[in-house]
């Protein structure tokens, strides 16, 4: 490792990001502009040192550069203020090793002490097969307990790639860290209009009371994705959408939507809750996952007027292969509050525009006053929480059209983030990467939590397994997914929202 060029004042209260894989493109696309966003507004410790740690043989200068570089291309808001970048990047430092050799993680420890660092955080931004030799690593140099700091691991998804293979790396990464120094991240709960979910539900009075069974018909959970696979096929030829976002995403997104109220706003009390409404999702294997789930894969097609190629022909998948790109599943949260309501949750890559929400069904009224259709169409009352893009929460309302009939209308009550508070909302890894500096770990999950969605998951997987894939169904890109989904829901009588 090159030497470390600074002046080695100890202080006391140094904090670090170590990032694990500093050379790939969490670092430079995320986790950088993150940084310096947070660095921007002041809200970093000082002193604040970020020590890359990865095989390539780069230098001090060549991370700050490519780090740099990250924030100019990335960075969410612009004019770059570069004193603040150059500030932050006078503190980072590069070790180079792999990941396997401890020689690499003694360099790092001495690093930390020649900066006098007393609280480090450890971020895994590395392929998850290098998540266990890590953690033993960082073990076997005894660099996770510091005498008088905090020493803290942030964990990408995924975590495993099925039940038995998160259970592994739970015990692993528990033989060294304990729960509480454990970050569990799913950018997801980071997004501000994912957080607003509790302000909503739990900021406000009114609509507690019709948060349930009786006023709620269903409600669907969409994630749509306009683009493809990308560079990513490696991965997701062997993750498919179930992996990729069903078993984290989508269940958290229902978990939030469904929990009870916490009995405190903190790490404990609202994990509590979120853990309870995954214990209460039925039980969906064997025949009942097959009949509760629908998946496909996109044929080519044209979005926004350009042709995109087959999943099958895109770069790294398999010829022949039967990844999932879209998924629709119906759950049912089996308490007090939800049983019987319907929970629709689907994600498909190369839709035709890229949005997540959760659209809230109510019931109709239980009389038709004014003719056959009494009010505006089979869904007069929806309440649509859009978590991206045009992040906002709309209300739809019958209300009677001009005119000299009683005739009904949808209209619109509409809240929108950019109108009401200005400006883009920060990004997810800015507030994740400050609650992990601060130990707040509200927004991460839990050990039983992440392993609740995966039994879950897994009665689907295994289902998924037993079945013959031979005509696995397609859907066009750019179309609103395939036409077995929209049979899914109609035979329950419902249909999907159109986004
Ligand atoms: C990631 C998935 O977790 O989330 C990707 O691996 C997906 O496949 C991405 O595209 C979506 O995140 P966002 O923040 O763009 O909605």
């Not at 269903?218 to 490696?234: L, N, P, W």
């Amino acid at each position: 490792m090159p030497e470390i060029d600074v002046n080695l004042e100890p202080c006391s209260e140094g904090v670090a990001v170590v990032i694990f894989g500093v050379t790939g493109d969490l670092a430079r696309r995320k986790l950088m502009p993150a940084l310096y966003e947070n660095a921007k507004i002041g809200r970093l410790p000082e002193p604040f040192y970020i020590l890359g740690f990865a095989r390539r043989p780069w230098s001090h200068e060549k991370m700050r550069d490519v780090l740099h570089q990250g924030v100019v291309d990335y960075g969410r808001t612009k004019p770059i203020d570069e004193k603040v970048l150059d500030g932050l990047l006078d503190n980072a430092y590069y070790v180079e090793s792999t990941f396997q050799d401890q020689e690499g993680y003694k360099k790092l420890q001495e690093s930390i002490n020649q900066l006098g660092i007393q609280n480090t955080l450890f971020y895994l931004s590395t392929p998850p097969g290098w998540y266990s030799t890590i953690v033993e690593n960082i073990g076997a140099t005894e660099m996770e307990a510091c005498a008088n700091g905090w020493r803290r691991i942030v964990v990408e998804k995924p975590f495993g790639r099925d039940l038995e293979t998160a259970l592994s790396l739970d015990a692993k990464l528990h033989s060294v860290f304990s729960e509480e120094q454990i970050y569990r991240m799913d950018h997801y709960l980071g997004k501000e209009t994912v957080q607003n979910i509790h302000a909503f539900r739990f900021g406000n009075g009114i609509f507690e009371p019709l948060w349930n069974r009786k006023y709620i018909d269903h409600i669907q959970i969409t994630m749509a994705e306009s683009d493809g696979v990308g560079t990513r096929a490696g991965y997701y030829d062997k993750a498919g959408v179930i992996r990729d976002v069903f078993q984290n995403h989508l269940l958290q997104l229902l978990t939030l939507t469904a929990m009870e109220a916490p009995a405190a706003f903190n790490a404990k009390s609202v994990r509590d809750e979120k853990v309870k409404v995954l214990k209460s999702i039925n039980d969906i294997s064997g025949e009942k996952a097959l009949e509760n789930t629908f998946r496909a894969q996109y044929v080519s097609g044209t979005i926004d007027g350009k042709r995109v190629p087959s999943y099958r022909d895109e770069p790294d998948v398999a010829a022949e292969s039967t990844t999932e790109t879209y998924m629709a599943a119906r759950l049912f949260v089996n308490n007090w509050r939800w049983a019987g309501v319907p929970f629709y949750l689907r994600s498909g890559k190369r839709m035709p525009k890229r949005v997540t929400e959760i659209s809230i069904q109510f019931t109709q009224v239980p009389l038709a006053l004014f003719g056959q259709r009494n009010l505006a169409g089979e869904a007069p009352n929806v309440l649509i929480i859009r978590i991206q893009p045009d992040e906002g929460i709309t209300l739809y309302l019958g209300a009677k059209a001009p005119g000299n009939q009683m005739r009904i209308e949808p209209v619109r009550m509409h809240f929108s983030y950019a109108e009401a508070f200005g400006g883009e909302p920060p990004e997810a890894y800015e507030r994740l990467l400050l609650d992990c500096l601060l130990g707040d770990a509200t927004l991460f999950t839990r050990s039983d939590e992440v392993e609740e969605a995966w039994r879950l998951t897994n009665g689907i997987i295994e289902a998924w397994a037993s079945q013959d894939l031979e005509n696995l169904p397609v859907y066009e890109a750019g179309t609103q997914g395939p036409h077995g989904a929209d049979d899914f829901i109609r035979d329950d009588g419902r249909k999907w929202r159109e986004n």
